[in-house]
């Protein structure tokens, strides 16, 4: 006879270290985490504002993607980046090939981009963090949204220097997204 083995509540190991593999099989208390350095990051709730912002980034990557067949656009998927690290982007773009036409659970390919809105309630060393894990993984392009201040950061993989874009700014795909542009502004827009 085989015995049941109940998995423990999310609150009974939420100290615990856990890798990908674990974090996919952890039951599900109806909220949402990360999986960062080996630790649970319980995902706090987007802001209409937050939300906004990404449909808008979403809604153009997509169609512009689409009509060219450059690739898949996700929002808030989980992202395999290693065996400890697995985040949740506000919204992120695969290249062409990379990914199965079907596939389930963590996206196991290396974004080309990421970018993370950031709220009010996201610390710089939260944020920073996030960054440095996405850089180390190889992601080519990386925009870092910030709400209250309307600007953007852009990093790019093997150079040092952070790009600023004021409001009067385009939103370059580059070579990761050919013929991608959107004005900074447009994304702050209500």
């Keep these: 006879m085989t015995a049941l083995i109940e998995r423990p509540a999310i609150e009974d190991v939420a100290a ?4 990908a593999k674990d974090f996919e099989t952890l039951p599900d208390d109806s909220k949402e985490y990360e999986l960062i350095d080996g630790e649970l990051v319980e995902m706090k709730g987007a802001s209409g504002r937050h939300s906004e912002v990404i449909s808008v980034i979403d809604t153009s990557l997509r169609a512009h993607s689409k009509t060219n ?13 290693n065996d400890k690290n697995e985040p949740r982007p506000d919204v992120l773009f695969v290249a062409a090939g990379k ?14 981009l990421v970018v993370e809105v950031n ?3 996201d610390t ?11 850089r180390a993984a190889g992601v080519r392009l990386i925009w870092s949204v910030f709400l209250l201040e309307r600007y953007v950061l852009i990093y790019r993989l093997g150079n040092p220097k952070i790009q600023l874009l004021n409001l009067d700014d385009d939103l370059d795909g580059e ?3 050919p013929g991608f542009k959107l004005k900074v502004s447009t994304i702050f827009e209500q």
């Design 69 to 81: 067949k450059l690739g898949r656009v996700f929002v808030n998927a989980p992202v395999a980046l």
């Design 99 to 112: 990914l199965p036409d079907d596939f389930e659970g963590p996206i196991l390919a290396i974004p080309d």
């Design 124 to 134: 710089t060393k939260g944020i920073y963090d996030k960054l440095v894990k996405y």
């Design 119 to 121: 709220s009010p309630s």
């Design 16 to 19: 615990r270290r856990y890798t």
């Design 175 to 177: 070579d990761v997204i």
